[in-house]
C-alpha cells in the first residue's frame, strides 16, 4: 500500500489550498481515511476523515477545522482530497494523509487507528 501526499505549499490567513492523497494497492471508497497535521513541537493531530456510511460516505472534522475544511475523494483516481479554506496561521504544519485496514466501531480519530500513511506536505500559511 502506498499513499503519496503532495499540494501544501505556502498560503496566506484567509487563502486556500487543496491537498491530494493519491492511493495505490487498497481502493479508497473501501476504507476510512484520514487527514493528520504536525506542527514542530506538537502532537501529531487528527483533522478528519472520510469513511464508509450506507452506500455512500460522511465526514468528521476536528472542531478547530471544522467549517473551514473539506474531504472528498475520486473513485475514478483513486484519490483522497482535503480543502482547506480561510487557513489560518496556526493551520502551518505538515499534513498526512492516513489508511486504516481495520474499521472499528466508533470514530476513529487516533493516529493508531490508522495503519498506513503518506509522507506528509508541508503547509505554511504566513502573511
Known amino acids: 500500500v502506498q499513499l503519496q501526499a503532495s499540494g501544501g505549499g505556502l498560503a496566506q490567513p484567509g487563502g486556500s489550498l487543496r491537498l491530494s492523497c493519491a492511493v495505490s494497492?487498497?481502493?479508497?471508497?473501501?476504507?476510512?481515511m484520514a487527514w493528520f497535521r504536525k506542527a514542530p513541537g506538537n502532537e501529531r493531530e487528527y483533522v478528519g476523515n472520510?469513511?464508509?456510511?450506507?452506500?455512500?460516505?460522511?465526514?468528521n472534522f476536528a472542531d478547530s477545522v471544522q467549517g473551514r475544511f473539506t474531504i472528498s475523494r475520486d473513485s475514478a483516481k483513486n484519490a483522497l482530497y482535503l480543502q482547506m479554506n480561510n487557513l489560518k496561521v496556526e493551520d502551518t504544519a505538515v499534513y498526512y494523509c492516513?489508511?486504516?485496514?481495520?474499521?472499528?466501531?466508533?470514530?476513529?480519530?487516533?493516529?493508531?487507528?490508522?495503519?498506513?500513511w503518506g509522507q506528509g506536505t508541508q503547509v505554511t500559511v504566513s502573511s
Open positions: 492516513a489508511l486504516a485496514e481495520r474499521h472499528l466501531a466508533r470514530l476513529m480519530t487516533r493516529a493508531s487507528d490508522y495503519s498506513d
Open positions: 472520510m469513511r464508509r456510511s450506507g452506500s455512500g460516505s460522511a465526514t
Open positions: 494497492g487498497r481502493t479508497v471508497s473501501r476504507y476510512t
